[in-house]
């Protein structure tokens, strides 16, 4: 298992198009699409939380799930004791949302207001990993999540592993949404447009009370690597 670089300056993928068919075109601003997979893959590094929705008893349900991005899939880690896991025992169809706030765009009414972001969407049947798949699927979320904090730590435990499961989906059904920038309408003189950038970055650590160790070697350049993400589109 080897995981796939997220980097949206990746050679390997740069040329590399995602098909457009009736699931996964866009049809609200349908210019906002893009259909590199280099695109997909920087808003898949920039995101951290996956809305992911499913019919359980018919009804339709939406839970956060992290993810990472592993062999040309998502893999995504949560409760064996949630309904998603109970649906999910032969494979389960879903779609799961990433999107990124970039900004407030301020036009000349509200109605042309909106705002600046990233959004993929992945349409599949995600299945579950088992064995020791499933092992190397934890660590390469938690590595994804905590770079190098696998290493400091003690590994999970038998009862752990039995109480988390892990979903595998293709992106072979993926729909890329960017806006970025300026309002559209032309600029006027009596009235400000524009718009505001937006980034989520990491702060400073804070250690929990009573605790007297030394900081985490894997700390400062974790929070410098997800900040200069966070902060490479603005570039």
Not at 43 to 66: N, Q, S, T, W, Y
Not at 81 to 101: D, F, H, M, P, W
Request: charged share 20%; glycine share 6%.
């Amino acid at each position: 298992m080897t995981h796939t670089p997220l980097s949206a300056n990746s050679e390997d993928v740069a040329d590399d198009a995602l098909p457009v068919n009736e699931e996964t075109q866009v049809h609200r601003y349908r210019w906002l699409q893009r259909t590199s997979r280099s695109d997909l893959y920087e808003v898949l590094e920039a995101g951290l939380i996956a809305h992911v929705g499913f019919l359980r008893d018919g009804k339709p349900m939406v839970i956060p799930m992290a993810y990472a991005l592993v062999d040309g899939h998502m893999l995504m880690h949560g409760s064996t004791g949630a309904g998603l896991n109970r649906t999910a025992k032969q494979g389960v169809e879903l779609c799961a949302t990433i999107s990124i706030c970039d900004g407030l765009v301020y036009a000349q009414n509200l109605f042309d207001s909106t705002l600046n972001y990233r959004c993929a969407i992945v349409f599949g049947t995600a299945i579950p990993v088992e064995g020791e798949a499933k092992t190397t699927a934890i660590k390469a979320i938690s590595e994804r999540l905590m770079p190098g904090r696998w290493n400091e730590v003690e590994p999970p435990t038998t009862r752990q592993m039995a109480a988390t499961y892990v979903l595998k989906l293709a992106l072979d059904q993926v729909s890329v949404k960017i806006r970025a920038g300026a309002p559209d309408d032309s600029p006027v003189d009596s009235i400000w447009t524009g718009y505001v950038p937006m980034v989520t970055q990491l702060l400073d650590p804070v250690a929990q009370e009573g605790v007297n160790a030394a900081e985490a070697p894997s700390l400062r350049p974790a929070i410098s690597r997800f900040n200069d993400i966070a902060i490479r589109h603005l570039a």
